[in-house]
Nanobody
């Protein structure tokens, strides 16, 4: 059974930092793209950051460029999201996602086959 487990969310003041982690089990994702999405109340799920299978190519939403960094460790089957200079508008549930076989990042949530359970990030002003 394939499972993605998100962790690392919490409550932080504006300007603070958090690090999200996602651990995959049940199969290896070393040849698949992975990503972090987020969804705020009343809004659609949006891509925050994505990373291709090797880690050589990354994608960031304009709203987080320069503040967030995505990374992966294929030996541990994990993907992480370092979030710095957090803003209240970053408040959302964050989800780890993985593609079944595709190596490159897809912008739409429909391009991902596996999802974590989500972790809440709340940034207070």
């Amino acid at each position: 059974q394939v499972q993605l487990v998100d962790s690392g969310g919490g409550l932080v003041q504006a300007g603070g930092s958090l690090r999200l982690s996602c651990t995959a089990s049940g199969r290896t994702f070393s040849t698949s793209a992975m990503a972090w999405f987020r969804q705020a109340p009343g809004k659609e799920r949006e891509l925050v950051a994505g990373i291709n299978w090797s880690g050589a190519n990354t994608y960031y939403a304009d709203s987080v460029k320069g503040r967030f960094t995505i990374s992966r460790d294929n030996t541990k089957n994990t993907v992480s999201l370092q979030m710095n200079s957090l803003k209240p508008e970053d408040t959302a549930v964050y989800y780890c996602a993985a593609r079944r076989t595709s190596r490159e990042v897809h912008i739409s949530p429909k391009g991902y086959d596996y999802w974590g359970q989500g972790t809440q990030v709340t940034v207070s002003s």
